[in-house]
T-cell receptor, first 113, second 116 residues
Framework: DSGVTQTPKHLITATGQRVTLRCSPR?????VYWYQQSLDQGLQFLIQ???????AKGNILERFSAQQFPDLHSELNLSSLELGDSALYFC????????????FGEGSRLTVL | AQKITQTQPGMFVQEKEAVTLDCTYD???????LFWYKQPSSGEMIFLIY??????QNATEGRYSLNFQKARKSANLVISASQLGDSAMYFC?????????????FGPGTRLSVLP
């Protein structure tokens, strides 16, 4: 158990819909990352937050947005969903992102029908 | 350009044998970190080992060791005495400074199958 909690674990929805994925980092970790892993693909970096502030942005679509709240949990919002958005979405946290490793949650598997 | 290259999409190894998974990286940042993660079929990402760019010695963690050759920009993972439970996807990753934070870039992965 990494200590990173993601909900929901599985989500099935239709094209055009909007969903919210939630992440609680490990206790004390200020930095949260979001990654997308499509079928048989590597991990694509979406966005990083540190103590509520956006720090780095990767290949995140305009239809996607994220935020980190004062209690340090984070949410990834996916809107106008397309079939190609079906993927495993990982949240990860780090105590010291400049020196340490990422601790991953179990992921939220999104299926868009 | 790919920042992390893993040239072996799939590898087979006999149980109890050692196996090396290749990883090369590309960065101009003098300070970076290299990581290996394991992803079993259940999907979770498990941290295995870390090597800092300024570390003089190769990292080791139990049966895992990282063969770090800085001049060649390679960070190969060596698994000794393979076990059936080692069958999984293995991802090499690099941490580098990005925007005002840090990005962890992942390679495409190598699928390791351990044969009984």
């Amino acid at each position: 158990d990494s200590g990173v909690t993601q909900t929901p674990k599985h989500l099935i929805t239709a094209t055009g819909q909007r969903v919210t994925l939630r992440c609680s980092p490990r206790s004390g970790d200020l930095s949260v990352y979001w990654y997308q892993q499509s079928l048989d693909q590597g991990l694509q970096f979406l966005i990083q937050y540190y103590n509520g502030e956006e720090r780095a942005k990767g290949n995140i679509l305009e239809r996607f947005s994220a935020q980190q709240f004062p209690d340090l949990h984070s949410e990834l919002n996916l809107s106008s969903l397309e079939l190609g958005d079906s993927a495993l979405y990982f949240c990860a946290s780090a105590t010291r992102p400049d020196t340490g490793e990422l601790f991953f949650g179990e992921g939220s598997r999104l299926t868009v029908l | 350009a790919q920042k992390i290259t893993q040239t072996q999409p799939g590898m087979f190894v006999q149980e109890k044998e050692a196996v090396t998974l290749d990883c090369t990286y590309d960065t101009s940042d003098p300070s970076y970190g290299l990581f290996w993660y394991k992803q079993p079929s259940s999907g979770e990402m498990i941290f295995l080992i870390y090597q800092g760019s300024y570390d003089q010695q190769n990292a080791t963690e139990g049966r895992y060791s990282l063969n770090f050759q800085k001049a060649r920009k390679s960070a190969n993972l060596v698994i000794s005495a393979s076990q059936l439970g080692d069958s999984a996807m293995y991802f090499c990753a690099m941490r580098e400074n990005y925007n005002y934070g840090q990005n962890f870039v992942f390679g495409p992965g190598t699928r390791l199958s351990v044969l009984p």
